[in-house]
C-alpha cells in the first residue's frame, strides 16, 4: 500500500482600474476562494495487478458585484492495471481502466463578465449570477507499453492508446442569445466602437448545460535512447450538448504533434523541432480551416543552477486563425502573431543536483 493525501487552497482577489472604462469587462472585480483534501491508496500486488482507490473534497465560494454563490462535492476515483503479459514477448503491455468523478467551480470572470464588446464588431456580455458548478463522470480504458533497452543499451520506448467518455452535468459554455431573447437587449442606432464597424443584435453569456458529453481517443508515443529522443502525440475529441444535439465549442478539434531532438556536451545542450497540425472541422456551421506549425527549440545548462532556452514558433509564418477566436468570433476571428521567438535564463538558488526543468512551452 502507497498512501498518499494533501490539500490545496487558492483564493482570487480581483480589482480592476481602467480610466478607459472597459478593463472590467474583461476582468470584472469579485473573489473567489476554492479549498480541497484529497486521500488515495495506491496497491500494488507482485508485478502485474495494480489498484488506485481515492476520494476528493472540494469546496468554493465567490462574491462580487452582488452576487454570491458556493458549493462543495466528494469526487471517488478507482483505477485497475494488469500485465498480463509478463515474461514474454509482450512484456511491458499494461491493460487499465478507470472511473473518475469530478468537480469545477465557476470563475469570476465566467459569473460577472458584463458590458459592450470593444471593437469593430459590437454586442454585449451579459453575467450569470446563477452559475452552477461543474460535476462530471469519467470512463475512460487503455493500454500502456513500456520497454527499457530495446534497440540499444539505455534506450526506452513508452506508448499510450486511451479512449474516455466524460460526462459532465452543469458544463460551462457559451450560448448566444438574439436580441430580445432572455436578458439579452436590443440597442437601436448603436454606433460601433471604431469607424466601420458594425453592431450584431446578438449577446453572449457563460450558462450551464444540463447535459454534456465529451468522448474521444488519444495515443502518445516517445523514445529516448540519450543522444537523440523523439514523440508524437494525437488527440481526437468530439463535445455534445445532449439536451439539443448541438456541438460543444469549447471542445478544440483534432492535433496531430510531432518532436524530434539531440542531446550532446553530456547533455547539456539540447536542440530539436516539433510540427504541430490541427485539423479542419465544422461546429455548429462554423467551418474551421486545417494548419501546421513548425517550431524549433533550444537550451543549455551551463550547471545544476544556470540553464538558457530558446524556442522559435511558427518559423514560417503560417498565417492562421486559433480555434477559439473563430468559433466565437465567426469570419470576425483575428490572425494570430505569426513567428514570434522567445528566451529565458532560469537561476536556481540552492539546486541539489536535479536538473532545470525547461521554461518556455
Known sequence: HELTGGFDFFHDDVTTFDTLGGGDLYNPGGERTAYGAYAQDRVLYADWF???????????????????????????????????????????????????????????????????????????????????????????IGVNFERDDLFVA??????????FRNDVDD????????????????YRNLVPVFRGGSYLPVCFQYTNVAEARIQG???????????????????????ENLTDRTDLISVPP???????????????????????????????????????????????????RLRFDVRLNNVFDEAYVNYFNAVAGGDAGKYEEGFNAKFAVTLRFGADGAGIPPTLN
Not at 154 to 163: E, N, Q
Open 154 to 163: 539505455g534506450d526506452g520506448v513508452r506508448f499510450k492508446a486511451s479512449w
Open 50 to 140: 495494480e489498484l488506485i482507490a481515492a476520494l476528493r473534497y472540494d469546496g468554493f465560494s465567490l462574491e462580487g458585484d452582488g452576487v454570491e454563490n458556493d458549493g462543495d462535492h466528494v469526487s471517488p476515483r478507482l483505477t485497475v492495471g494488469v500485465k498480463p503479459f509478463e515474461e514474454t514477448a509482450l512484456d511491458g503491455i499494461q491493460l487499465y481502466g478507470t472511473y473518475a468523478e469530478g468537480y469545477r467551480a465557476p470563475s469570476v470572470n465566467e459569473t460577472l463578465i458584463h458590458g459592450l464588446h470593444p471593437s469593430g464588431v459590437v454586442f454585449p456580455f451579459l453575467p450569470n449570477a446563477d452559475l452552477k458548478p461543474e460535476t462530471s463522470r469519467m470512463l475512460e
Open 171 to 186: 458544463y460551462i459554455d457559451t450560448e448566444q442569445l438574439t436580441a430580445g431573447q432572455g436578458d439579452c437587449p436590443f
Open 217 to 239: 481517443a488519444e495515443f502518445e508515443l516517445g523514445y529516448d535512447a540519450g543522444m537523440v529522443f523523439g514523440s508524437a502525440s494525437l488527440a481526437g475529441l468530439d463535445g
Open 254 to 304: 483534432t492535433a496531430v504533434t510531432g518532436r524530434l531532438g539531440f542531446r550532446a556536451l553530456e547533455r547539456r545542450l539540447t536542440v530539436g523541432g516539433e510540427v504541430e497540425h490541427v485539423a479542419s472541422a465544422t461546429r455548429n456551421g462554423v467551418d474551421l480551416d486545417d494548419h501546421t506549425l513548425v517550431n524549433v527549440f533550444a537550451s543549455y545548462e551551463a550547471n545544476e
